[in-house]
């Protein structure tokens, strides 16, 4: 089975289908082969506990794609990590910005990184039919992150902007986004 197949046998096997958050599920971890390196784990930095419970909760008739999940977990985690890695930095921004401390929030919280870790726009590296659906989720799951990001900028340049305040790095080429020759890069329609 390949990751074309997974995704409709994952919401096949869904709970609560209609969900942003087992959309961004279901497409993170269907999307797993087209990844590179670390970042091909169904949901990168969990292990195999937390991927069967993250089964059980959203898929809980997908025991049958068990193994192969578990198959591209391993392979994925022999897989050296970038020296450069914000992949921690961003769960870690995410699961402080969750909207409620509950297991499923940080299981998201490693959906949205990995899916980050991807070259499309976020909602389509999440598997999501458009980025309404991101938007939804984010309100969901991290209130207090799709209210700082206010102006509507693309997730994943939203996200690591926050994490270069954090460091207080500076990145951007003007004072405000408004004068900035970059702007409909990072606000710009996503297509």
Same mark, same amino acid.
Not at 96 to 115: F, G, K, L, N, Y
């Given at each position: 089975?390949? #990751?074309?197949?997974?995704?409709?046998?994952?919401?096949?096997?869904?709970? +609560?289908?209609?969900?942003?958050?087992?959309?961004? $599920?279901?497409?993170?971890? #269907?999307?797993?082969?087209?990844?590179?390196?670390? *970042?091909? #784990?169904?949901? #990168?930095?969990?292990?195999? +506990?937390?991927?069967?419970? @993250?089964?059980?909760?959203?898929?809980?008739?997908?025991?049958?794609? +068990?193994?192969?999940?578990?198959? *591209?977990? &391993? &392979?994925? &985690? %022999?897989?050296?990590?970038?020296?450069?890695? =914000?992949?921690?930095? $961003?769960?870690?921004?995410?699961?402080?910005?969750?909207? =409620?401390?509950?297991?499923?929030?940080? *299981?998201? %919280?490693?959906? @949205?990184?990995?899916?980050?870790?991807?070259?499309?726009?976020? *909602?389509?590296?999440?598997?999501?039919?458009?980025? @309404?659906?991101?938007?939804? $989720?984010?309100?969901t799951r991290f209130t207090a992150l799709k209210l700082k990001n206010a102006g509507d900028m693309k997730w994943k340049k939203f996200f690591y902007r926050q994490l270069c305040e954090q460091a207080e790095v500076l990145? !951007?080429?003007?004072?405000? !986004?408004? =004068? !900035?020759?970059?702007?409909? @890069?990072?606000?710009?329609?996503?297509?």
């Amino acid at each position: 089975m390949n #990751a074309t197949d997974l995704r409709p046998h994952l919401l096949a096997f869904a709970a +609560r289908p209609d969900l942003p958050e087992t959309l961004a $599920l279901a497409g993170t971890i #269907a999307l797993a082969p087209r990844r590179r390196g670390p *970042w091909r #784990a169904p949901l #990168a930095g969990l292990g195999a +506990r937390d991927l069967d419970a @993250v089964l059980l909760t959203y898929f809980p008739g997908a025991a049958p794609l +068990r193994p192969l999940l578990h198959i *591209w977990r &391993e &392979e994925a &985690e %022999a897989q050296q990590r970038p020296e450069m890695d =914000e992949f921690d930095d $961003l769960v870690a921004l995410l699961v402080a910005h969750q909207t =409620e401390d509950a297991p499923d929030s940080r *299981w998201i %919280a490693h959906a @949205v990184a990995t899916a980050s870790m991807a070259d499309n726009h976020l *909602w389509q590296d999440l598997g999501l039919p458009s980025r @309404v659906e991101l938007n939804a $989720l984010m309100q969901t799951r991290f209130t207090a992150l799709k209210l700082k990001n206010a102006g509507d900028m693309k997730w994943k340049k939203f996200f690591y902007r926050q994490l270069c305040e954090q460091a207080e790095v500076l990145i !951007c080429k003007s004072p405000s !986004c408004a =004068e !900035c020759c970059d702007y409909s @890069v990072c606000f710009g329609p996503e297509s």
